[in-house]
């Protein structure tokens, strides 16, 4: 296992599952050189103003059950099923889950502040998976080494794994390319023309939402940093699937300003 060449503040939240701050900067989105996908261009600057706390890993089955109830996903054989990131959730599915998640953590507090649950824009989702780099991964641009890095067409063996077996990105995130696709909160446009913020783009009457990362049924290419698609917001597949994001609130209540930092403070 591999740790961030700069370690960040985190917190650990009840499932154990770690969330990594994401400080502001800004980077380009997109296609830069010209050669990429139509849908990646044409390439636009995107300034990150508010940090978030990014999940280190994509949500799991045992994550999923537990506030769900049930569990919705394909690969549920093994001892280790409850490791594999939860799949077969449309976009609907998972605003029930982050609205059921965000009642139950309402009162509790990470790093001495308030906050909620919700999907990454795609601006985030991008600026997170570069981590600072500008290759068609964050290792580089050979398909060779992509193996190392996350789960593709060829090398999962045809199912998802456990999350988090893969070598981490220079922010600590794992998964990032490959395994599942990821949703984000943006609603699809073919292009970046009009250009985009850290805020999700929004299109009046539009069902289709994007998602990013590839899986591990898609070739090297879809699990491009840079490389996107979308799905209708009520899609299920084996190949789908999210991780969050902790926003701390704009206003704290009174009685938490001061408060001492959670438990689960990492560094």
């Not at 308030?114 to 600072?132: D, F, K, M, Q, V």
């Not at 984000?184 to 009009?194: I, L």
């Not at 994007?210 to 084996?238: C, L, Q």
Request: hydrophobic content about 30%; overall charge negative.
């Amino acid at each position: 296992m591999v740790s961030p060449e700069t370690p960040t503040p985190s917190f650990t939240d009840e499932y154990g599952s770690v969330y990594r701050l994401i400080e502001p900067g800004a980077f380009t989105m997109g296609d830069e050189s010209g050669r990429g996908h139509p849908n990646e261009q044409p390439a636009t600057e995107v300034q990150i103003s508010e940090p978030f706390f990014l999940g280190e890993r994509p949500i799991t089955q045992a994550q999923w059950s537990d506030v769900m109830g049930s569990n919705p996903s394909k690969f549920q054989e093994g001892w280790s099923a409850g490791l594999r990131p939860v799949e077969q959730v449309s976009h609907e599915d998972i605003m029930q889950f982050i609205g059921r998640l965000n009642v139950r953590s309402e009162s509790q507090s990470f790093l001495g502040l308030l906050g909620e649950w919700r999907l990454p824009s795609e601006a985030e989702w991008e600026y997170a998976a570069r981590a600072g780099t500008s290759g068609r991964w964050w290792f580089g641009d050979k398909d060779v080494e992509l193996d190392e890095h996350g789960w593709h067409a060829g090398n999962s063996g045809g199912s998802t794994r456990e999350v988090g077996l893969k070598k981490p990105n220079p922010w600590g995130l794992y998964d990032m390319n490959g395994l599942v696709n990821e949703w984000c909160s943006d609603h699809w446009a073919n292009s970046y023309e009009g250009g985009r913020t850290q805020h999700p783009h929004v299109r009046d009457a539009s069902n289709r939402y994007v998602v990013r990362g590839g899986a591990w049924f898609t070739e090297s290419d879809s699990t491009r940093n840079r490389s996107r698609s979308f799905a209708a917001e009520d899609k299920i597949s084996d190949g789908l699937g999210f991780r969050l994001v902790w926003s701390p609130l704009d206003e704290q209540p009174m009685a938490d300003q001061g408060a001492s930092p959670s438990s689960g403070l990492q560094s």
